[in-house]
Nanobody, 123 residues
Framework: QVQLVESGGGLVQAGGSLRLSCAAS????????VGWFRQAPGKEREFIAA????????YYADSVKGRSTISRDNAKSTVYLQMNSLKSEDTAVYYC????????????????WGQGTQVTVSS
């Protein structure tokens, strides 16, 4: 079992930055890939970034590529998502998720989810 808690969301002006954190508990976290997803009102949950269990591999959706960096500190059981040059269309609830093994890119491939943190970008 892995429990995930997101934090770091909030209200930010367009062009600003935020760093989201995903704190995990559970023995298998260090061997789990982690993904970040987001869901805007009235839209489906979408994949935005993933990181392998070691942190050696990362992958980004086109919507955030070049503006975001995913990283992890297994000693602290935490995964981060640094988001820069934020736009109004980045407004959403952001979720982290964990899955054993390789990086995944689809919601149904993840086993554990956090409760989400709200990010609101004002224009």
């Amino acid at each position: 079992q892995v429990q995930l808690v997101e934090s770091g969301g909030g209200l930010v002006q367009a062009g600003g930055s935020l760093r989201l954190s995903c704190a995990a508990s559970g023995r298998t976290f260090s061997s789990s890939a982690v993904g970040w997803f987001r869901q805007a009102p009235g839209k489906e949950r979408e994949f935005i970034a993933a990181i392998s269990w070691s942190g050696g591999s990362t992958y980004y959706a086109d919507s955030v590529k070049g503006r975001s960096t995913i990283s992890r500190d297994n000693a602290k059981s935490t995964v981060y998502l640094q988001m820069n040059s934020l736009k109004s269309e980045d407004t959403a609830v952001y979720y982290c998720a964990a899955a054993r093994g390789l990086m995944r890119y689809n919601t149904h491939e993840y086993d554990y989810w956090g409760q989400g943190t709200q990010v609101t970008v004002s224009s």
